[in-house]
């Protein structure tokens, strides 16, 4: 990624839910050094991630990872030109462990701080891999938390063009985890079952696939593998294909929706972000399917496709870059619910 003529070493932190990141990206070398410590062991134990719980291991994680990362990239926290943190969406006690440290440190440092969408960050994180998009590009994103098509002009240029009306596809992968016994997190436990069974043993519904529209539906696929659980004739040794059919139905409406966008916007580029994005059936289909139609997709490398504070780092360089995000001016801006089509409103 090119960046406008700018000297800036950017620190990021992210802090939204379940992972802690740190990144520092300058704004001439690029990705310099990032970590992140996953909560998964702590949360597992309750099938679910604990707000409490998390907010208490940012706090424990967040100053260690802050000093291993300056030391990976070869420089100390005082070199820090600007700072970005993620103010939303995600849990507010765990967002406010980031925003707190990001303004402190930011008044220790006297550089400014800036509130940094998390959504950005994921849209913009396929422009960390080797091979980049340029503007203007379809975007898929699709998390745990959130499924949408966007059309991306540029840095702070998002127009939605569909979304989800209920739950999001790794909402739904989650949910039908847990209606099959699977491990905590719920979503790889399935498509990692997934590679062993055979889709179209089971008939699962395509929700929304021909509704007309770019919006998606997912809530009623844990309805349906739920009905197929209770038949007579099923039993466990039948899991992998019921797996397999459920990851084929996600896949199947993703991928119509995704490639319909395209062809809407008359554009020729696709992105995936989140974590769902890390999903090999989703990325093989995908990539078939844009090269038949002489375009290119591209996703960022698995270890952004997760919450990440290269990700906060990166977009917050290029807002920097482009002198597109005031200084905070010493608050703790965090919205625990923030539509991205809100972004203008930081």
């Known amino acids: 990624m090119t960046f406008p003529a700018v000297n800036k070493l950017v620190l990021g932190i992210e802090s939204s839910c379940d992972e ?7 704004t001439e070398h690029g990705l310099l050094a990032h970590r992140v410590f996953s909560q998964i062991d702590l949360h597992a134990a309750y099938g679910g991630v604990v707000p409490e719980l998390a907010s208490r291991d940012h706090i424990r ?14 420089h100390r926290l005082q ?10 969406p995600g849990l507010a006690g765990a967002l406010l462990v980031g925003a707190s440290v990001a303004e402190a440190l930011a008044l220790a440092l006297d550089v400014p701080a800036y509130p940094i969408h998390h959504l950005e960050g994921h849209l913009l994180s396929p422009m960390l891999a080797p091979e980049r998009p340029e503007f203007p590009f379809v975007a898929l994103l699709v998390s745990g938390g959130h499924t949408q098509l966007m059309r ?9 063009l569909g979304e989800s009306v209920d739950d999001a596809a790794g909402e739904a992968f989650d949910k039908t985890a847990k209606l099959m016994g699977l491990g ?10 997934a590679e062993q069974g055979e889709a179209g043993r089971f008939r699962l519904p395509r929700p929304m696939i021909n ?3 770019l919006d998606f539906s997912f809530s009623g696929l844990k309805t349906a593998v739920l009905t197929a659980m209770k038949q007579p004739a099923y039993d466990e040794s039948q899991a992998s294909d019921l797996a397999a059919e459920f990851q084929a139905a996600v896949v199947d409406v993703l991928a119509s929706k995704a490639l319909d966008a395209v062809k809407r916007a008359g554009l020729k580029q696709l992105v995936v972000a989140g974590g769902v994005g890390a999903n090999l059936a989703l990325r093989e289909r995908l990539h078939t399917a844009m090269q038949r139609r002489g375009g290119q997709v591209f996703f960022p490398p698995l ?3 997760s919450d990440n504070g290269a990700m906060i780092a990166f977009a917050c360089a290029l807002r920097v870059a482009h002198a597109q995000l005031p200084a905070n001016g010493g608050g703790f801006r965090i919205r625990p619910r923030w539509p991205l089509s809100e972004l203008a409103e930081a």
Do not use: M, N, Q, W
């Open 184 to 193: 905590y997190p719920g979503g790889p436990a399935l498509a990692k079952l």
């Open 20 to 26: 802690t990141g740190i990144g520092l990206c300058h």
């Open 152 to 160: 991306v002009g540029g840095v702070g240029d998002y127009r939605l």
């Open 211 to 213: 509704s007309g529209d």
């Open 61 to 74: 994680r967040i100053v260690p990872l802050l000093r291993e990362t300056a030391a990976a990239a070869g």
């Open 303 to 305: 270890e952004f496709c």
């Open 79 to 88: 070199d820090v030109d600007a700072i970005g943190y993620t103010a939303g």
